[in-house]
């Protein structure tokens, strides 16, 4: 149970801290005339390995730019990461995109849409 709560502990402050080394840090262009936000980072249980989940606004082409700037920023991402977050070590970071969001908006449109044709 005290592991549980120290992966949580860890996870929100590395959540914290990948989102400003986004924002302020990496300078890709690919990630930087973009406008994307981690949604969610998932740790394991022995802190080796996180997975950050990353949602992307804009065509899927865009997306993918997006999701290949941060993968050649990855190295560079996480020697960042293990300044800010102390841990003995620094966790092997998994971007992934994140379409939920995406799929929500889509979920939305289509229930406006039967609405408005008085099927709803």
Not at 35 to 41: E, H, L, Q
Not at 50 to 65: H, K, L, M
Not at 81 to 108: M, Q, S, W, Y
């Amino acid at each position: 149970m005290a592991n549980s709560i120290r992966v949580e502990k860890v996870t929100a402050e590395v959540h914290r801290a990948l989102s400003d080394i986004l924002r302020s840090e990496v300078h890709d262009i690919r990630v930087t005339e973009h406008f994307g936000s981690i949604t969610r980072v998932d740790l394991t249980r022995d802190l080796s390995h996180a997975t950050i989940y990353v949602s992307v606004f804009g065509e899927p082409e865009d997306q993918q730019d997006f999701m290949q700037g941060l993968t050649s920023a990855k190295g560079f991402i996480r020697s960042e990461l293990g300044r800010r977050v102390r841990l003995r070590f620094t966790p092997e970071l998994h971007f992934r995109l994140d379409l939920a969001l995406e799929k929500g908006a889509k979920v939305i449109s289509l229930i406006e849409k039967l609405r408005a044709e008085g099927q709803l």
